[in-house]
């Protein structure tokens, strides 16, 4: 399971501090492997999306390094925790925004957003509105948004806490199998136990004050995961890990 | 009726962008007849007590003989109403055009916002009609109703634009910069369209003010300005004891009013169109 080669990138002794004096980071480190999909885990406050965004390039780190393998940030896509759409602008053009932000013109565009759309089953509403999408459509019109530059490394920030279990599930799924299509990496941040166990390949549990990482779960589960994958023993035994990790995680400092 | 209506409503509601619903056509009709309805039966009552108590046209005149002042007086009061509403348009047109300019201006920086807002909002809390004279002594008087009525018009349209401007979704700004937008690309893909709301909600109550400003600096002109419009016909009628075409001017003011209202309304709802809740508040 080791990486051979050198990580996507790698974060060094990352600490942060916000204007107001708060040390959000920490003597954090943390690599990104290529074609994994890793999880941020951690409660609330840990500094989980603020390494996101540091990872993103929206942020500068206060201390430490971030070190990309080719010297360079690759283009990377990111999904927030809301789906972030422009309301005046249909679903095609939402998702033909960074590819417009790019130079393209919107005929040589038009197979990928079609693309993009067709992956995450919006083929049918790309003329609808914002408005008159459901959440978790917005959602997914958001990672068609975030797919649609073919990006090597995907991030996303807390992007299905705001949806039902059902349509989280479905998600879920669906961008699995979308990861592995396009070869993705992803990193990924949540606070729940469960469904870091389902998605990742490896989960990073973050503790808080200031925030780092304290514990990395490799998790080995099926290539392809299914709903099989949530019943089965392993399963419950890498949430059961990582839960226990969690503890620790919040344990050292008192909440 | 009204059951059918609250379940019209309802239906309205949960169905949000699809359709219209059964029974909306009625509702609309309610929406729209109930008001005619009521005004009529008050221009009905008024022209009742007007000729039953025998009031002098000079003193109350009745709706029919305003609106026969109206007809009659047409090719005055029309040149008169030209006058007004070219005032009115050329001063909101100068207002959209500096107070987008300006609130651009204010959006590029938070320093050139503070040193400039003070000198806007001090134009705005001076009531125009002390202004008016002073205008009127450096300015010719054409000119001066004109500035008058774009100095009421101009802040609003300042301050909701910048406001817009200055409310743009966070994660959206993000998203320009993850992809290396340009600061132009930032404001015209992204700061204008989510100001746009803003904007038109400027301009409705900009309309309405321009209105109002021109009038208030043509009647401040008064005899000293060689005006025509709607308010010099106001004073001199007034001066003549011609009571029913006072009233016919003041009808004409109230009819331009609810017209620009109206205008901006249609305006801003085609323009917003499927997007945003304000061109939908209909539907609630």
Same mark, same amino acid.
């Given at each position: 399971?080791?990486?051979?080669?050198?990580?996507?990138?790698?974060?060094?002794?990352?600490?942060?501090?916000?204007?107001?004096?708060?040390?959000?980071?920490?003597?954090?480190?943390?690599?990104?492997?290529?074609?994994?999909?890793?999880?941020?885990?951690?409660?609330?406050?840990?500094?989980?999306?603020?390494?996101?965004?540091? +990872?993103?390039?929206?942020?500068?780190?206060?201390?430490?390094?971030?070190?990309?393998?080719?010297?360079?940030?690759?283009?990377?896509?990111?999904?927030?925790?809301?789906?972030?759409?422009?309301?005046?602008?249909?679903?095609?053009?939402?998702?033909?925004?960074?590819?417009?932000?790019?130079?393209?013109?919107?005929?040589?565009?038009?197979?990928?957003?079609?693309?993009?759309?067709?992956?995450?089953?919006?083929?049918?509403?790309?003329?609808?509105?914002?408005?008159?999408?459901?959440?978790?459509?917005?959602?997914?019109?958001?990672?068609?948004?975030?797919?649609?530059?073919?990006?090597?490394?995907?991030?996303?920030?807390?992007?299905?806490?705001?949806?039902?279990? +059902?349509?989280?599930?479905?998600?879920?799924?669906?961008?699995?199998?979308?990861?592995?299509?396009?070869?993705?990496?992803?990193?990924?941040?949540?606070?729940?136990?469960?469904?870091?166990?389902?998605?990742?390949?490896?989960?990073?549990?973050?503790?808080?004050?200031?925030?780092?990482?304290?514990?990395?779960?490799?998790?080995?589960?099926?290539?392809?995961?299914?709903?099989?994958?949530?019943?089965?023993?392993?399963?419950?035994?890498?949430?059961?890990?990582?839960?226990?990790?969690?503890?620790?995680?919040?344990?050292?400092?008192?909440? | 009726?009204?059951?059918?209506?609250?379940?019209?409503?309802?239906?309205?509601? $949960?169905?949000?962008?699809?359709?219209?619903?059964?029974?909306?056509?009625?509702?609309?009709?309610?929406?729209?007849?109930?008001?005619?309805?009521?005004?009529?039966?008050?221009?009905?009552?008024?022209?009742?007590?007007?000729?039953?108590?025998?009031?002098?046209?000079?003193?109350?005149?009745?709706?029919?003989?305003?609106?026969?002042?109206?007809?009659?007086?047409?090719?005055?009061?029309?040149?008169?109403?030209?006058? $007004?509403?070219?005032? $009115?348009?050329?001063?909101?047109?100068?207002?959209?055009?500096?107070?987008?300019?300006?609130?651009?201006?204010?959006?590029?920086?938070?320093?050139?916002?503070?040193?400039?807002?003070?000198?806007?909002?001090?134009?705005?809390?001076?009531?125009?009609?002390?202004?008016?004279?002073?205008?009127?002594?450096? @300015?010719?008087?054409?000119?001066?109703?004109?500035?008058?009525?774009?100095?009421?018009?101009?802040?609003?349209?300042?301050?909701?634009?910048?406001?817009?401007?200055?409310? $743009?979704?966070?994660?959206?700004?993000? @998203?320009?910069?993850?992809?290396?937008?340009?600061?132009?690309?930032?404001?015209?893909?992204?700061?204008?369209?989510?100001?746009?709301?803003?904007?038109?909600?400027?301009?409705?109550?900009?309309?309405?003010?321009?209105?109002?400003?021109?009038?208030?600096?043509?009647?401040?002109?008064?005899?000293?300005?060689?005006?025509?419009?709607?308010?010099?016909?106001?004073?001199?009628?007034?001066?003549?004891?011609?009571?029913?075409?006072?009233?016919?001017?003041?009808?004409?003011?109230?009819?331009?009013?609810?017209?620009?209202?109206?205008?901006?309304?249609?305006?801003?709802?085609?323009?917003?169109?499927?997007?945003?809740?304000?061109?939908?508040?209909?539907?609630?």
């Amino acid at each position: 399971m080791n990486a051979p080669s050198a990580p996507l990138v790698r974060l060094q002794d990352v600490g942060k501090s916000f204007a107001n004096g708060v040390a959000a980071l920490g003597g954090l480190d943390l690599d990104v492997r290529d074609g994994e999909f890793l999880t941020l885990l951690g409660p609330s406050g840990c500094g989980k999306s603020t390494t996101l965004r540091m +990872i993103a390039g929206l942020s500068r780190q206060s201390s430490g390094s971030i070190a990309w393998r080719n010297g360079v940030r690759p283009q990377v896509g990111f999904v927030f925790q809301e789906p972030t759409l422009m309301p005046w602008a249909d679903v095609a053009q939402n998702v033909y925004l960074p590819l417009r932000l790019a130079g393209m013109s919107e005929r040589e565009a038009q197979p990928r957003i079609a693309a993009a759309l067709e992956g995450v089953g919006l083929a049918s509403f790309a003329k609808a509105y914002p408005r008159e999408l459901s959440g978790g459509m917005r959602m997914r019109v958001s990672i068609a948004r975030a797919l649609v530059t073919r990006p090597p490394l995907l991030l996303m920030d807390e992007p299905f806490a705001a949806l039902d279990e +059902i349509t989280r599930f479905k998600l879920n799924d669906d961008l699995l199998a979308l990861a592995r299509e396009l070869k993705t990496t992803v990193v990924f941040v949540t606070h729940s136990v469960f469904e870091s166990v389902y998605l990742s390949s490896r989960i990073a549990v973050f503790a808080a004050r200031p925030g780092r990482v304290v514990e990395t779960i490799e998790v080995d589960g099926p290539a392809v995961r299914d709903a099989e994958f949530r019943l089965s023993p392993e399963f419950a035994e890498t949430c059961r890990q990582a839960s226990a990790a969690l503890d620790r995680a919040s344990g050292r400092v008192p909440a | 009726m009204s059951e059918k209506r609250t379940a019209s409503l309802q239906a309205r509601k $949960t169905k949000g962008s699809e359709g219209e619903p059964e029974g909306s056509r009625s509702s609309r009709l309610l929406d729209i007849g109930l008001p005619v309805g009521v005004f009529i039966l008050f221009l009905l009552a008024w022209e009742a007590v007007v000729v039953l108590a025998q009031i002098p046209p000079y003193i109350l005149p009745a709706p029919s003989v305003i609106g026969a002042t109206i007809v009659k007086d047409w090719p005055l009061l029309s040149a008169s109403l030209m006058v $007004t509403l070219t005032i $009115t348009f050329e001063a909101l047109a100068l207002a959209i055009v500096g107070g987008v300019g300006l609130a651009i201006l204010l959006a590029q920086s938070r320093w050139i916002e503070r040193a400039f807002l003070p000198f806007a909002i001090i134009l705005q809390v001076t009531p125009v009609i002390a202004i008016a004279p002073l205008l009127l002594v450096w @300015l010719e008087p054409s000119t001066a109703v004109l500035v008058c009525a774009f100095i009421v018009a101009f802040f609003p349209i300042l301050s909701n634009t910048a406001l817009g401007l200055a409310s $743009t979704d966070h994660n959206l700004l993000d @998203l320009f910069e993850l992809y290396r937008a340009s600061r132009w690309k930032q404001l015209i893909w992204l700061r204008l369209p989510a100001a746009l709301p803003y904007f038109f909600s400027g301009l409705r109550i900009a309309g309405g003010l321009a209105l109002i400003g021109a009038i208030v600096a043509e009647l401040a002109a008064g005899a000293a300005g060689q005006g025509t419009g709607l308010a010099f016909r106001i004073t001199e009628a007034g001066f003549r004891l011609n009571i029913p075409r006072m009233f016919a001017a003041l009808t004409l003011i109230s009819l331009t009013g609810i017209a620009i209202y109206a205008l901006f309304a249609l305006l801003s709802k085609l323009a917003l169109g499927r997007w945003h809740d304000s061109a939908r508040e209909r539907e609630r």
